[in-house]
């Protein structure tokens, strides 16, 4: 079965400096889908990101964007000019890219912008 | 459009009582999806549905757990009894046709079992 590591369980970041998340996972499969979920103090999870693995081009969105390592097995999600609504927890999820495969989150990072 | 709707947004009960968790995914949407998040195990998969079939139930962590999705528009979470460790958020999520496909997270019901 597949597993997802995120080790930094909080950080923070001055307002409109660049913060980086890590995420790592672990997989014998070829082709699957990262994520990055945003989830406020409101408890919604809102899709950040998300990553194909048979692309080679690190997906963006905005001031948001991924490092994404194949080989390494990381993804990082890096969040640019950081907003004071940035701060909220962020879970990164893998799938495998079966028909009935499910999303597998990491634990969870607390990131909190500082004024 | 609105959303995936749940209801309620906040539970309270007394062990050994029955809760039932209501969830209405996007419409249009054919996977549905019951996470159950806490401080000790973070974000858990209960079980999901395909096109109302649940198609993987084995995060339902005891028979005390059942989930039901009689038709596209609805699906329910039930515990009967509850115990004061099911306290949890409970989220539903709904995607156009499986989990590779953008989840959409309702708000969750926070319930707590006293």
């Known amino acids: 079965a597949q597993t997802v590591t995120q080790s930094q369980p909080e950080m923070s970041v001055q307002e409109a400096e660049t913060v980086t998340l890590s995420c790592t996972y672990d997989t014998s499969e070829n082709n699957y889908y990262l994520f990055w979920y945003k989830q406020p103090p409101s408890r919604q999870m809102i899709l950040v990101i998300r990553?194909?693995?048979?692309?080679?081009q690190n997906a963006t969105e905005n001031r948001f964007s991924v490092n994404f390592q194949k080989a390494a097995k990381s993804f990082s999600l890096k969040i640019s000019d950081s907003q004071l609504g940035d701060t909220a927890m962020y879970f990164c999820?893998?799938?495998?890219?079966?028909?009935?495969?499910?999303?597998?989150f990491g634990k969870g990072i607390t990131l909190s912008v500082r004024p | 459009d609105a959303g995936v709707i749940q209801s309620p947004r906040h539970e309270v009960t007394e062990m050994g009582q029955e809760v039932t968790l209501r969830c209405k995914p996007i419409?249009?949407?054919?996977?549905l999806f019951w996470y159950r998040q806490t401080m000790m195990r973070g974000l858990e998969l209960l079980i999901y549905?395909?096109?109302?079939?649940?198609?993987?139930d084995s995060g339902m962590p005891e028979d005390r757990f059942s989930a039901k999705m009689p038709n596209a528009s609805f699906s329910t979470l039930k515990i009967q009894p509850s115990e004061p460790r099911d306290s949890a958020v409970y989220f539903c999520?709904?995607?156009?046709?499986?989990?590779?496909?953008?989840?959409?997270f309702g708000p969750g019901t926070r319930l707590t079992v006293l």
């Open positions: 999820a893998f799938s495998y890219t079966g028909a009935n495969s499910k999303l597998t």
């Open positions: 999520a709904s995607s156009l046709m499986r989990s590779t496909d953008t989840q959409y």
């Open positions: 990553q194909e693995a048979y692309k080679q």
């Open positions: 549905f395909n096109n109302n079939v649940p198609i993987d």
């Open positions: 419409s249009g949407h054919n996977s």
